[in-house]
């Protein structure tokens, strides 16, 4: 009998998985799908207004990384426009300096460089936790972007670092003055990258990563290495940051000392804040609200805009703690386990 109930137990236990694994791959194809009929929407919607909406796009690189030291693994940074800047910075430099004009090219070089931002700030970093972190994100940030300002030959410095050329992509798709090619190519670069990251949070090194958050002393209790984790992770996010900090450079052809500022990193967490910590939909959808929040009553009312935005940012923290996607996912669980409740009733 014993034996029997073992049995139906796996049976349970293997069905209740796979109805797991269905449910990822469900939520994870209708994440695609509207990111997807956004980007087409703002296509045909914004056709005139395509050098915001790749912006969008960078940024929206930006936060997901920081989303991915911040929301999974509980590192409190405000300096993720370093790794953002360090992308931008090498894209162009290959390009201005080194004749390099092919876009994916750059694009490749900007991931790399912020993978080696990443593992430099890593160092740095976890040596402390906590408040003290806080203050090393910030003072490496002011240490990049002091290190852009005085490297003037090679970056511009204050006046930006120009130059920069592009060849068509792939041969055939010209980078025009309307944004066109660029606006697609940032489409492509985020889907790809919001699949592969799906994947990496959903992984035993993602799951890892979340223990890590909740209790580094049992992490490390198991056997695991949650410093190891922690740099591992941060390579990663400066990869994807480098990534959105390359295309703002190809997009844009010029790359502005404002990409390793204070600001942008405390715009991203923002954002992040915005939509709802250790969930990527949250990243995205905090992005896409506050840029063209921001954009639409800094054009009402260039006076008191940012009145209004900070106004934005109280009504969610005091309403909806858990950002927008994340308040909107709890009553979604809710209304379901109360239909669920009365469909057993």
């Known amino acids: 009998m014993s034996a029997d109930l073992k049995v139906n137990k796996a049976a349970d236990n293997a069905a209740k998985t796979e109805r797991l694994r269905a449910g990822f791959i469900q939520r994870d194809l209708i994440g695609f ?10 296509y045909v919607l914004f056709p005139d207004n395509l050098a915001l909406l790749t912006r969008i796009l960078a940024i929206a690189l930006l936060v997901l990384s920081l989303d991915l030291v911040t929301g999974y693994c509980g590192v ?13 910075y090498a894209a162009g430099i290959l390009s201005a300096h080194y004749g390099v004009t092919d876009p994916l090219v750059m694009t490749l070089g900007g991931i790399l460089a912020g993978a080696v931002a990443g593992l430099l700030c890593s160092i ?37 670092l120009s130059g920069i050329t592009l060849d068509p992509l792939f041969g055939i798709f010209e980078f025009d003055l309307f944004g066109h090619t660029a606006y697609f190519f940032g489409v492509a670069l985020l889907l790809l990258t919001f699949i592969l990251l799906r994947a990496l949070v959903r992984s035993p090194f993602g799951m890892l990563c979340r223990g890590i958050k909740e209790d580094p002393v049992r992490v490390r209790a ?3 290495s949650p410093h190891r984790a922690l740099v591992k992770m ?24 404002d990409s390793l500022s204070f600001t942008q990193s405390a715009e991203a967490l923002v954002m992040l804040v915005l939509g709802g910590t250790g969930s990527l939909f949250g990243g995205l959808l905090g992005t896409v609200i506050f840029m063209l929040f921001e954009d639409f009553v800094s054009a009402a009312n260039p006076f008191h805009w940012l009145t209004m935005v900070g106004a934005l940012l109280i009504a969610v923290v005091l309403f909806a703690p858990k950002g927008l996607y994340g308040t909107m996912e709890s009553a979604y669980a809710r209304i379901r386990k109360r239909h669920d409740g009365e469909a057993r009733e």
Do not use: C
């Not at 941060?234 to 450079?249: E, F, T």
């Open 33 to 42: 799908a509207v990111i997807v009929i956004v980007a087409a929407l703002g």
């Open 76 to 88: 409190a940074t405000l300096g993720q426009a370093a790794l953002y800047g360090s992308g931008a």
């Open 124 to 160: 740095v970093m976890l040596r402390a936790h906590g408040l003290p972190q806080l203050v090393l994100s910030i003072a490496l940030v002011y240490l990049f972007h002091e290190f852009a300002n005085k490297a003037s030959s090679w970056t511009g410095g204050s006046d930006g």
């Open 222 to 224: 198991l056997g695991a």
């Open 234 to 257: 941060y390579v990663i996010s400066g990869a994807v940051a480098g990534a959105g900090g390359a295309l703002s450079a190809v997009s844009t052809q010029v790359v502005a000392l």
